[in-house]
């Protein structure tokens, strides 16, 4: 599947309407357990999550692939400890997924890590120099400077319709999105959360 939120969608028995179960991360109760229910057309199934009893709509492409879901996850940021301004572009990034704008999606998550270049003072003349200078003074590591590269590859591509070269770039999917999130959520808990709860921690124990 095009979407690791997901496993396998498989068919069960042959009913009247076709019924199929999945592993999914449920985006109501944020586990992740299995889920079944009915094909509602030729692209839509209707699935309700075993652990919270919530539904959840699939679209599916051509090759039954999963291209889209419903609700979306809802995200809330911690503002006591990521920067406001950046909390607010996470934020809207969400919401661009929410209504399935890849593109926007991901341009969003890149203005996120510009700013934490930003707030870390970063040099270089463009976010890849940015992100590198920051992996060379050890402000992030080698895996987080990895995943700052990549949302800032894909804010790029969601940016541009053309490449350097004049080709034509093919348009963002669902899990490029999902991963450009992801990615950002990973370096925010490394460089605001974790850093404040062991400070919070030292401040009880001394």
Known sequence: MNNSDFGELTRIGAKPLDHYRIDMLCPHCGYFSPAEG??????????????????????????????????????????????????????????????????????????????VAEIFSAEGKDLYQQIEDLKNKQLITPVLAEAAQRVRALGKHGAHPYDGKG????????????????????????LFIQPAKIAASKQKIR
């Open 38 to 115: 009915a094909k509602l057309s030729e692209k839509y199934y209707g699935i309700t999550c075993h652990r919270c009893k919530e539904s959840v709509m699939i679209h599916t492409g051509d090759e039954k692939q999963i291209v889209d879901y419903y609700p979306k996850r809802k995200v809330t940021v911690d503002n006591a400890l990521v920067p406001e301004e950046i909390a607010k572009d996470f934020l809207e990034a969400h919401k661009c997924f929410s209504v399935a704008a890849w593109q926007a999606c991901s341009v969003m998550a890149r203005r996120c890590i510009h700013l």
């Open 167 to 190: 080709n034509a770039f093919n348009d963002l999917e669902m899990e490029d999105a999902r991963l450009g999130l992801e990615f950002c959520e990973f370096i925010f808990d490394q």
